[in-house]
T-cell receptor, first 111, second 114 residues
Framework: GENVEQHPSTLSVQEGDSAVIKCTYSDSASNYFPWYKQELGKRPQLIID?????GEKKDQRIAVTLNKTAKHFSLHITETQPEDSAVYFCAASRGDYKLSFGAGTTVTVRA | NAGVTQTPKFQVLKTGQSMTLQCAQDMNHEYMSWYRQDPGMGLRLIHYSVGAGITDQGEVPNGYNVSRSTTEDFPLRLLSAAPSQTSVYFC?????????????FGPGTRLTVL
């Protein structure tokens, strides 16, 4: 099955700086890569996703890049704010609605 | 729309007890799934369903049963609870849409097995 590895496990950044989280996947048939944000005690919420026919996608301060050849994808958060503090999960799917998740990255934005 | 709802929010069981975690969605989504979340391990797929009457196993199905008699409901049954099943359980749903695999999560059930 699919194996998704996520790094780093924790990330501390100064407010206003950028944060980057990287994930690698093993299944070359995976074609859908969502990112979820989970605040303490809350449900995971989709923040951005990308399909394998696109190399980059942006939504305001958030962007995701995908390298199909190397089988890795990354989340970029620019101009970080205290409300960006949360756990972020990457995931991969073959388009069959079965998501394989990374272990998560705890992001702390220091004021 | 209420979206995806789960009950109960919290549950404590003794080893060997059985119980059912409830999940319902009012978005007419065909696809529903159950995940468990453990510290440092992300979310892992337990069981899923692509429509009423159809279920299949995910990554960690042992000790759990599911059924899907209606589009709206997808209960998860623990047959004989074990301490290893202490976890947070999330139900999710998704429309069968070629343009998106977006899954919408419920608020979760925190289960402790003593």
């Amino acid at each position: 099955g699919e194996n998704v590895e996520q790094h780093p496990s924790t990330l501390s950044v100064q407010e206003g700086d950028s944060a980057v989280i990287k994930c690698t996947y093993s299944d070359s048939a995976s074609n859908y890569f969502p990112w979820y944000k989970q605040e303490l005690g809350k449900r995971p919420q989709l923040i951005i996703d990308i399909r394998s026919n696109v190399g980059e996608k942006k939504d305001q301060r958030i962007a995701v890049t995908l390298n199909k050849t190397a089988k890795h994808f990354s989340l970029h958060i620019t101009e970080t704010q205290p409300e960006d503090s949360a756990v972020y999960f990457c995931a991969a799917s073959r388009g069959d609605y079965k998501l394989s998740f990374g272990a998560g990255t705890t992001v702390t934005v220091r004021a | 729309n209420a979206g995806v709802t789960q009950t109960p929010k919290f549950q404590v069981l003794k080893t060997g007890q059985s119980m059912t975690l409830q999940c319902a969605q009012d978005m007419n989504h065909e696809y529903m799934s159950w995940y468990r979340q453990d510290p440092g391990m992300g979310l892992r797929l337990i069981h899923y369903s692509v429509g009423a009457g159809i279920t299949d196993q995910g990554e960690v199905p042992n000790g759990y049963n599911v059924s899907r008699s209606t589009t709206e409901d997808f209960p998860l049954r623990l047959l004989s609870a074990a301490p290893s099943q202490t976890s947070v359980y999330f139900c999710a749903s998704s429309p069968r849409d070629d343009e998106s695999d977006t899954q919408y999560f419920g608020p979760g059930t925190r289960l402790t097995v003593l």
